[in-house]
């Protein structure tokens, strides 16, 4: 794996205001920079625990608690915490604790706004706003605690402010190194397990890692698509700035910074549907078709797939999970998640479709990312009761 610092401005030397020209600028250029020497954003002083569990006295938050200080988002290591009060939160972790805070609205459905949500925070410091802001969001964590890779649809900054923060990144050409299941990466603790990642993901040795160590004051331009994890070096609080970049329209409803623009949306639900149309053709003409489509990448995998079942999700926030399913699977059957109704977070209502056949069912669905299930492996899944159903649809028996 190579190696390279992230390059950092100095704003008063090259005597740089952010503004939105400037922000045009970082974006046009696409590569990740620190932004240092800025006007009062290290809150080292002012934000010590006592006084943060001052001003936030009022708040109840919206925690991960957890045992491991590397999260993991795809195994859930980590449990959340509602209406958490935050001097109790501030102070385990200052102690240590497994807790982090990336803030919500007012009302879980709503965009975190820093401002609005946490005036007695916000008021302190220069935050710069872009115009076409999605979402502010706060981040507090332990020493030692390191977030899971993944990536973001939206252009954001993580600005610093107290404590050191380490972070590394991955220009999103090295996406096929990087063992990704949806937006987020298999690989865990790279941070804190860089030798143990490379051991077991061998690939991410022909990777390019940009990496730093955040100083409070600092703001990193995370581009788009850019794949970042951070370790927090000691306490930390960060805010992190989503904004849009590209025009208004390809942007669907996301609360999380991470929902693939629409015209990409399309695209799979497109490729979908060649897909499932070229499988009722017999193998050596799926393989030649595949091909001169220019779709062999995305349907032939290394293993051989022709036994699994596809989920698609009407919830849209499922789309990469989506993508990643294209990128590995060959389609005889299509289970459609229509209602997208989360119960618990991992239960959906589904309807289960195959090219004769429509039925409806409940589906337990136990991983929150991966929508990529083998048939073969279904007694072992909680999916048994739709796949019970599944197994009389004829095109699953005619894909042995
Ligand atoms: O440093 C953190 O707490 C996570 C930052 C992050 O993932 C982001 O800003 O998108």
């Known amino acids: 794996m190579k190696s390279v610092r992230i390059r950092r401005i100095n704003l008063q030397q090259k005597q740089i205001n952010i503004n939105d020209e400037f922000i045009s600028s970082l974006v046009e250029e696409g590569q990740p920079v620190i932004l240092e020497n800025t006007e009062n954003l290290d809150m080292t002083e002012n934000w010590t625990v006592e006084r943060l569990c001052e001003k936030m006295k009022d708040c109840n938050l919206s925690i991960h608690k957890g045992g491991n200080l590397t999260l993991d988002f795809r195994t859930k290591n980590f449990e959340y915490a509602n209406k958490y009060p935050a001097a109790d939160f501030l102070r385990e972790v200052a102690s240590g604790k ?18 609005k949500d946490y005036p007695s925070l916000s ?24 977030i899971w890779l993944h ?3 939206l252009d954001n900054f993580l600005t610093q402010t107290v404590g050191e923060k380490e972070v590394l990144l991955f220009n999103p050409k090295d996406a096929a190194n990087l063992y990704l299941d949806g937006d987020k990466s298999e690989c865990i603790g790279l941070i804190s397990n860089l030798k143990e990642n490379l051991e077991r993901f061998p690939k991410l040795f022909q990777t390019t890692a940009f990496r730093e160590v955040l100083k409070p004051g600092d703001v990193l331009f995370i581009p788009a698509l850019w794949f970042h994890c951070t370790k927090a070096n000691n306490f930390s609080v960060s805010i992190n700035t989503f904004f849009k970049s590209l025009p208004d329209k390809m942007y669907g409803k996301d609360l999380y910074g991470n929902r693939d623009p629409l015209p990409v949306e399309d695209a799979a639900k497109h490729l979908q549907k060649a897909i499932i149309a070229l499988k009722q053709l017999p193998p050596t003409y799926q393989h030649f078709y595949f091909h001169k489509l220019g779709i062999s990448a995305a349907c032939l995998s290394d293993n051989n797939n022709s036994n699994q079942v596809f989920i698609t999700s009407a919830n849209q926030r499922k789309s990469s999970s989506l993508l990643h399913s294209l990128s590995t699977v060959t389609v005889g059957i299509h289970l459609q998640i229509e209602s997208g109704a989360f119960r ?36 072992r899944l909680p999916l048994a009761a739709p796949f019970s159903l599944l197994a009389d649809l004829p095109t699953l028996r005619d894909n042995p």
């Not at 618990?344 to 409806?360: A, K």
Request: aromatic share 8%; glycine share 6%.
């Open 344 to 379: 618990g977070g991992r239960s959906l209502f589904g309807r289960i479709r195959g090219p004769n056949t429509e039925r409806s069912s409940s589906i337990s669905y136990s991983s929150s990312t991966s929508a990529l299930l083998p048939v073969r492996q279904s007694a």
């Open 151 to 153: 990536y973001d649809t």
């Open 98 to 115: 497994v807790r982090y805070l990336r803030s919500t609205g007012a009302r879980r459905k709503d965009l975190p706004d820093f401002e």
């Open 123 to 146: 008021s302190d410091l220069n935050l710069f706003k872009p115009e076409r802001t999605h979402s502010q969001i706060l981040r507090i964590s332990p020493k030692d605690l390191e």
